[in-house]
C-alpha cells in the first residue's frame, strides 16, 4: 500500500494544485489525506478508486485549512464549482511531471529541491527524509517550510516551473546520497537510492523519448546492480576490482544495459547516458582483469568534453593509469588537483594512493591513504582507506 500511495502522490498533489493554484496549502493537505488512507484504508479496505478518493479528501481537507477566512473560503468555493473537470477523471492527464519541475524551481537551493521532491513527488514524509539524511526532523521541516515560500515568493505556478535538467540532477543527487552515504556509519541508505530509482522510472513514464532521462535510469539501475557486492558482512567497503561479481545483480544489469543501448543510437547524446555507457562496460566484465579500459577511457574523454567536473576528471585519470600505466595517471593528477574544487579532496589523495601502490611506492602510498581516510567523513570509507593503509605497512 505504501507504494500505491508514493505513486499517487503526484498526480492527487498535481490534480489539487492544478485546480486551486497555491502548492503551499495544496501540498499540507495531500499530507494529510495519504495520513488518513495510510490509516483508513487498511481498516475499511481499499476505496475502489485510490485516486479519487485521495483527491476528494485532500480537496476538501485544503478548503478546510483556509476555512477562517470568510472571505477567502467564498473565493475557494467558486473556484471549485467553476474549475474545470478534475483531471484525475480524464484519461491521459498526469501532473507529475509539472510536479517534478515546480520542486525543482530555479529559486530553491538545491538541498530545498531535493527535500521538496522526495515529499511532494516521493510522497516520504518529513520524518523519513530526516531519517535518511541524518538530520533533525525540526530543521527538515523548516527547510521545505521555506522552499514552499520561496515558490511562492517567486510567483511560480503549475505553469512556470524548473527545466528536466534540474530534475535529473536532483535524481541524481539523491540517488549518490543513498549509494555513497557522505557521512555517518553506513556506506548506502538504501531508502534514498531505491526512492530515487522508483522516481526516475516514474520521470520517464512521462518523457520516454528523453535520452537523458532515459540514461540517467540506465545508470541508477548498473550502479545499484553491484550494491550486494560492495560491503563485506561487517559493512566493510570492497572496491570495484575485489568485488564478487556472482552477487550482482543480473537481471538489473540486464535492463540497464538494454535501456542505455536503445537510447544511444536513437537520442542525442548526453552525460546521463555516457555514464550509464562506462557503467555497462564494467557490468559486462566477468572478471576485473576483463574490463576494457580503452573503451572506458574513450567515454571519458567524450564525457570530459560535453559535461567536464572534478570527480570526472579523477575518475578518467584512473582509466589514463589503467590504459597507459600509473606514472601517466600520477603526471595527470598532479595538475588536475590544483583545481579548486579538487584541492585537499580526499578523493584525491585516495586516486593518488592507489596509483602510487600500482607503481610499487608503497611507502608514499600508505601516506596518502592515511591522509585520505582523515579527510573523509563516511565510517566505511575511513575503514577501508585504513585497511589499505595497514596492509601497505
Known amino acids: 500500500m505504501n507504494t500505491l500511495l508514493r505513486d499517487l502522490a503526484p498526480q492527487v498533489l498535481g490534480a489539487l494544485v492544478r485546480k486551486f493554484g497555491d502548492f503551499d496549502t495544496c501540498e499540507d493537505a495531500v499530507q494529510e489525506a495519504l495520513l488518513a488512507a ?14 479519487s478518493w485521495l483527491i476528494t479528501v485532500a480537496s476538501r481537507r485544503r478548503i478546510e485549512l483556509l476555512r477562517s477566512d470568510t472571505a477567502r473560503q467564498r473565493r475557494e468555493e467558486t473556484v471549485a464549482a467553476t474549475a474545470p473537470a478534475d483531471p484525475a477523471l480524464v484519461p491521459g492527464v498526469d501532473d507529475s511531471l509539472t510536479l517534478f519541475l515546480l520542486c525543482c524551481h530555479p529559486s530553491l537551493t538545491e538541498a530545498s529541491q531535493v527535500a521538496l521532491t522526495l515529499r511532494a513527488v516521493g510522497g516520504l514524509t518529513t520524518a523519513e527524509i530526516a531519517r535518511a539524511y541524518l538530520v533533525p526532523e525540526a530543521t527538515l521541516a523548516q527547510r521545505i517550510s521555506r522552499a514552499k515560500q520561496k515558490i511562492k515568493a517567486a510567483g511560480a505556478s503549475f505553469h512556470v516551473a524548473g527545466d528536466v535538467e ?22 548506502h541508505r538504501v531508502e534514498l537510492s531505491s526512492e530515487a530509482i522508483r522516481l526516475a522510472r516514474q520521470l520517464r513514464a512521462q518523457l520516454p523519448d528523453n535520452g537523458e532521462v532515459t540514461g540517467l535510469l540506465a545508470l541508477m539501475l548498473l550502479t545499484d546492480a553491484r550494491r550486494p557486492a560492495r560491503t563485506r558482512n561487517d559493512g566493510a567497503l570492497v572496491p570495484l576490482t575485489d568485488q564478487d561479481r556472482t552477487l550482482w545483480d543480473a ?3 540486464n535492463e540497464g544495459v538494454a535501456l542505455i543501448s536503445s537510447t544511444l543510437s536513437t537520442s542525442e547524446l548526453g552525460p546521463y547516458q555516457v555514464q550509464a555507457a562506462i557503467a555497462a562496460v564494467h557490468s ?9 579500459w580503452p573503451q572506458i577511457l574513450a567515454l571519458y574523454d567524450v564525457l570530459d568534453r560535453i559535461a567536464p567536473g572534478p570527480m570526472v576528471t579523477l575518475n578518467r585519470i584512473v582509466a589514463v593509469a589503467m590504459v ?21 579532496h580526499h578523493r584525491v589523495h585516495a586516486v593518488r594512493a592507489h596509483l602510487l601502490d600500482l607503481d610499487g611506492d608503497s611507502d608514499n ?5 592515511e591522509l585520505a581516510a ?6 566505511p570509507e575511513q575503514r577501508y582507506l585504513r585497511s589499505r593503509a595497514e596492509g601497505l605497512a
Open 324 to 344: 597507459h600505466g600509473p606514472a601517466a595517471g600520477l603526471a595527470q593528477l598532479s595538475t588536475a588537483e590544483q583545481d579548486p574544487a579538487l584541492a585537499g
Open 365 to 369: 602510498a600508505r601516506a596518502e591513504y
Open 251 to 253: 537481471a538489473t544489469i
Open 284 to 292: 559486462e566484465a566477468h572478471k576485473a582483469e576483463d574490463t576494457d
Open 374 to 379: 582523515r579527510r573523509t567523513l563516511s565510517l
Open 166 to 187: 534540474a530534475v535529473l540532477k536532483v535524481l541524481y543527487l539523491i540517488f549518490n546520497e543513498g549509494y555513497t552515504a557522505s557521512s555517518g556509519e553506513s556506506l
Open 38 to 51: 495510510s490509516v483508513q484504508w487498511p481498516e475499511q479496505g481499499m476505496p475502489e478508486n485510490p485516486k
